[in-house]
């Protein structure tokens, strides 16, 4: 079940088989490509919105149609017909769809959604789960159809090209802060970094408990694809193109629906495979079974959480939803501190996790505080990377990306971190989502000073002491107040030198940005005391 590709992309493209990189001349080539379908699909997500429907609705019905449409290339130009037309039920596919205009096309399109949906556990039951059609008006559900989804070849551009054209229009979506879409999706710049320094293997067991569009996975995989495909006997790559080794976990269903469809466009699963994303809430249930040797994740910002937690402590703060775990340290409903605690608990022994975090994780008192302790001494956390502001669609954010390993108990009882570095990545650092957004070139310095694949005791402190990189002893965190690891060395140039050069508009930005940080920070503060605070109060 291969699509044959156009020999200028295809041929020339595939560290993946041990051919030779695509030179410059087909990088720019797909790169135009991708660009001229993110916008042409773009322009038209601007009058559905003029329509009623927000940014990320669009790309949901997008991936219906996409799934669709390519499933009818992959029929035209398989190997194995029969094989490929047991997807998608006769009178449900695409040629079906096409045929039909006006109210007939949109009546059929709902009937084929309702049937789709009935796959659950599959890639498709996924795509297709609790699927509603929002493109009410039948004339523009026919030019989407007709015009722009049907007179594009999407299998046969190359799997990299369909795939980053998909992710563009992810990217956009995170735009829509109105409908949140934002909170799901990573800085892909940031994404490639962390894999980078991790370096996944063949062996590993890939997780990402609140996966969101499934930026890690991919990166993950991508990796993999590039650095270790050549190496792998026949057997090893079929489990990898099908996604064996991957485990993705989201709690809102439309979300990952796009997670389901953007592995599926980078060549990652089947349509009729088991799902590589599970849905429901990755807090409910301590892991059991299958462990991940390296977890990578964002889990979702925010302080609400309607849940109830009885944690090894034996309290109880209520909420709606009870969460029984007896793994856990700490009894919080801290959403990030419970998915702390959960990614420790989901990673194997001797496994490693890279996970982005807030900065309350590092200095909250009282459950923080204990959860800090037993990852100090449970975990080896050799790693920090403080986060600038502007790289994130939320507003305010202020994060940090952990880097730690589990480790088996020790029979001394020894904590197993000794030391602690410290990539100081926000101090003098300004970043814009437009003007100036985050690139994976911006990071070079950090993946560098990381020294991927090498033992920690070859890394190298900078040589100032008030440069971006220093390490910390076990008996300096444990010492501090609370084992606050929220720690500050460097002195930001644009406070400190009065001649700054720095734009009006960048140190207005920052003074907005820091400004919608203390804001969550002092609402995290009402709540704490009992206080609710109001959504039409809450910052954005």
């Known amino acids: 079940m291969t699509a044959q590709a156009p020999a200028d992309i295809e041929s020339s493209t595939s560290p993946v088989d041990g051919v030779a990189e695509p030179s410059p001349e087909?990088?720019?080539?797909?790169?135009?490509?991708?660009?001229?379908?993110?916008?042409k699909l773009w322009n038209y997500c601007n009058v559905l919105r003029d329509n009623g429907m927000s940014t990320i609705e669009y790309v949901e019905q997008l991936s219906y149609l996409l799934f669709l449409k390519m499933v009818d290339e992959m029929v035209e130009e398989a190997w194995d017909d029969e094989v490929v037309t047991e997807i998608v039920p006769a009178g449900y596919d695409w040629k079906s769809l096409a045929s039909k205009r006006g109210v007939d096309l949109e009546r059929h399109y709902r009937d084929i959604l309702d049937t789709l949906g009935r796959h659950p556990g599959t890639t498709i039951g996924t795509i297709f789960a609790e699927a509603q059609n929002r493109i009410t008006k039948p004339a523009l559900l026919e030019k989407l159809v007709v015009e722009l989804i049907g007179k594009e070849e999407w299998t046969v551009k190359g799997t990299d090209l369909k795939g980053d054209a998909y992710e563009g229009l992810l990217s956009k979506g995170a735009s829509d802060t109105k409908t949140g879409a934002g909170q799901y999706f990573t800085p892909r710049a940031l994404i490639d970094a962390m894999v980078d320094v991790v370096q996944p293997t063949p062996e590993d067991i890939i997780a990402d408990p609140a996966c969101g569009t499934g930026g890690f996975l991919i990166a993950a995989h991508s990796y993999l694809r590039a650095h270790h495909m050549h190496e792998l006997d026949a057997g090893k790559r079929t489990s990898?193109?099908?996604?064996?080794?991957?485990?993705?976990?989201?709690?809102?269903?439309?979300?990952a629906r796009l997670a389901a469809m953007n592995m599926l466009l980078h060549g990652i699963g089947t349509s009729d495979s088991p799902s590589l994303v599970t849905v429901g809430?990755?807090?409910?249930?301590?892991?059991?079974?299958?462990?991940?040797?390296?977890?990578?994740?964002?889990?979702?910002?925010?302080?609400?959480?309607?849940?109830?937690?009885?944690?090894?402590?034996?309290?109880?703060?209520?909420?709606?939803?009870?969460?029984?775990?007896?793994?856990?340290?700490?009894?919080?409903?801290?959403?990030?501190?419970?998915?702390?605690?959960?990614?420790?608990?989901?990673?194997?022994?001797?496994?490693?996790?890279?996970?982005?975090?807030?900065?309350?994780?590092?200095?909250?008192?009282?459950?923080?505080?204990?959860?800090?302790?037993?990852?100090?001494?449970?975990?080896?956390?050799?790693?920090?990377?403080?986060?600038?502001?502007?790289?994130?669609?939320a507003g305010g954010v202020k994060?940090?990306?952990?880097?730690?390993?589990?480790?088996?108990?020790?029979?001394?009882?020894?904590?197993?971190?000794?030391?602690?570095?410290?990539?100081?990545?926000?101090?003098?650092?300004?970043?814009?989502?437009?003007?100036?957004?985050?690139?994976?070139?911006?990071?070079?310095?950090?993946?560098?000073?990381?020294?991927?694949?090498?033992?920690?005791?070859?890394?190298?402190?900078?040589?100032?002491?008030?440069?971006?990189?220093?390490?910390?002893?076990?008996?300096?965190?444990?010492?501090?107040?609370?084992?606050?690891?929220?720690?500050?060395?460097?002195?930001?140039?644009?406070?400190?030198?009065?001649?700054?050069?720095?734009?009006?508009?960048?140190?207005?930005?920052?003074?907005?940005?820091?400004?919608?940080?203390?804001?969550?920070?002092?609402?995290a503060i009402a709540e704490a005391l009992g206080e609710e605070v109001p959504e039409d109060m809450e910052p954005e």
Request: proline share 5%.
């Open 240 to 255: 990898l193109q099908r996604g064996e080794h991957i485990m993705g976990n989201e709690l809102v269903v439309g979300t």
């Open 281 to 393: 809430d990755a807090l409910a249930e301590k892991p059991s079974g299958r462990h991940a040797s390296l977890v990578l994740a964002n889990p979702p910002f925010g302080r609400k959480s309607a849940i109830a937690v009885i944690g090894q402590d034996g309290e109880v703060e209520k909420e709606d939803v009870q969460y029984d775990r007896d793994d856990f340290t700490a009894t919080t409903t801290n959403k990030q501190l419970n998915f702390l605690q959960h990614i420790m608990s989901l990673t194997a022994v001797d496994g490693r996790a890279a996970v982005v975090l807030p900065d309350n994780v590092l200095f909250e008192g009282g459950a923080g505080e204990k959860i800090r302790r037993r990852l100090l001494d449970e975990f080896d956390l050799h790693t920090i990377l403080r986060l600038p502001t502007g790289i994130f669609y």
């Open 399 to 523: 994060a940090n990306v952990l880097f730690f390993d589990k480790k088996p108990p020790r029979a001394d009882g020894k904590p197993h971190t000794i030391q602690t570095w410290i990539y100081d990545f926000r101090t003098g650092q300004h970043f814009t989502l437009k003007q100036r957004p985050l690139t994976r070139a911006h990071l070079d310095d950090f993946v560098t000073a990381y020294r991927p694949g090498e033992p920690l005791t070859a890394r190298v402190s900078s040589e100032s002491s008030d440069g971006p990189w220093q390490v910390f002893s076990y008996d300096e965190l444990i010492a501090r107040d609370k084992v606050n690891l929220d720690i500050t060395w460097m002195k930001d140039p644009a406070l400190a030198d009065v001649d700054s050069d720095l734009a009006p508009e960048v140190i207005a930005l920052e003074i907005i940005q820091d400004l919608q940080a203390a804001l969550v920070d002092f609402a």
């Open 26 to 39: 087909v990088k720019a080539k797909a790169a135009a490509q991708t660009n001229s379908l993110v916008a």
